[in-house]
C-alpha cells in the first residue's frame, strides 16, 4: 500500500501528512490553451479524439502540481452507444433525442462496449505512456443522471419529464436504469483494465430525488454499475444529498464525493468516520482574494482529517475561474493537515 499513488493511499483510507489534490473539470474552458484546442474541433470530436483527449487531459499537470489527473471525455458519450444522438451547441448545454415511453426503452441498444466507447480506455492508455509517474482517473455518468438526460432530452431546473416517467412507468424505467447500469458497469471496468488508477461514478442530478426515490432509483442503479468494476478504488459522487448521506452505502462505493453543501464533519459523522472522502471547496471560492481562498482550503483540511481524505472542489471548475485562484488552492492543499491546523490556530 505504501508504494500506491497517494490517491489511491487516501481513497484506501490511509493517513497521510498532506491529502493529494486533483479537481473535477481540471482539463477545461478557464485554460487558455484548453480554449486553443477546441478551436480546431467541437466538443464530441474531442470526445472521441483520443491524441486530443490525452493533450487536454495533460494540460492542467503542466500547470499545477497535482496529484492526479482524471481522463478527458464526457458522461453523455454512453447515451450515444446505446442508440442516442447527442449534439452540444455553444453555450447552450447538450441536447439528447428523448426517449419517453416503454417502447423506445425497449429499442435502446446494449452495445459491445469495448467497441462502443473505445475512446477514454485509449486516452488512458495514452496518458499512462506519456506520464507514468501521475495516477489517472476514469468516469463515467451514474445510470440514474443518464436517465434524466435521456428523458428530458436536456438539462432541467425540475426535471419533469424523468420523474413523470419513474411514477407512470416505473418498470420500463427499471429496464433503461439496468441497461444502463450494465454499459456504465463495463465502460468502468475497461478504464480500470487501461490503466485508471481509480474510477469515480457521477450522479450529478440525483440529488434531485426526495430521499425514498434517490433510495428507490438511483442509489440501486449505481451499485449496480459499481458492481462490475474490480481493481481499483470506486469514488460516488452527487450533490445535493446532505439529508440522505447515510444512505450512500448502498452503492458498495469505496469512497464519497462530497458538494461544497456538505460539511465535512458531518458527512464523517453520517457516513462513518473511518470512510473515505473527498472534497470539498466550494468551486466559486475560487474567485476569492488568496488569503480567503487558503482560509477555506486549510478550514476544509482541518475539518477532514488526515485520515482517508482527497482534497477536491465540491462540483466542477466553472469555466471564468481565475487560474491564480487555482495556484493558490492546490499550494495550500499541498502544505497539508499539520500547517492547516497551525495556521488556523494562529487566527
Known sequence: MKDDPLVVRALRG????????????????????????????????????????????????????LDAAIVFSDILTVLQAVGRTVTFEA???????????????????????????????ETIRRFRRARPQTPILGFAGAPFTLLCYLVEGGGSKNWTHVKRFLYADPAAAQR???????????????????????????????????????????LPSAARALSRVRGAPRLYFTKDT????????Q????????????????????????????GNLDPIALFAPPAVIRRKVQEILVAAGPTGHVFNLGHGVVPETPIEGVEVMVATAREGYAAARAALAAT
Open 14 to 65: 490511509a493517513t497521510l501528512e498532506r491529502p493529494p489534490v486533483w479537481f473535477m473539470r481540471q482539463a477545461g474552458r478557464y485554460l487558455p490553451e484548453y480554449r486553443a484546442v477546441r478551436k480546431t474541433c467541437s466538443f464530441l470530436d474531442l470526445c472521441h479524439d483520443a491524441d486530443l483527449a490525452c493533450e487536454v487531459t495533460l494540460q492542467p499537470l503542466r500547470r499545477f502540481e
Open 91 to 121: 453555450g447552450e448545454g447538450p441536447t439528447v433525442d428523448p426517449v419517453r415511453d416503454a417502447a423506445g426503452i425497449d429499442a435502446l441498444v446494449r452495445p459491445d462496449v469495448s467497441d462502443a466507447l473505445p475512446t477514454a480506455p
Open 176 to 218: 433503461a436504469l439496468d441497461l444502463l447500469a450494465d454499459v456504465v458497469g463495463d465502460h468502468l471496468q475497461d478504464q480500470v483494465d487501461a490503466g485508471a488508477a481509480a474510477i469515480q461514478l457521477f450522479d450529478t442530478w440525483a440529488g434531485a430525488l426526495s430521499p425514498d426515490d434517490l433510495e428507490r432509483w438511483a
Open 242 to 249: 446532505a439529508p440522505a448521506l447515510s444512505r450512500l452505502h
Open 251 to 278: 452503492t458498495g462505493a469505496d469512497a464519497f464525493g462530497l458538494d461544497w453543501r456538505v460539511d465535512v464533519r458531518e458527512a464523517r459523522v453520517a457516513l462513518g468516520a473511518d470512510v473515505p472522502v473527498q
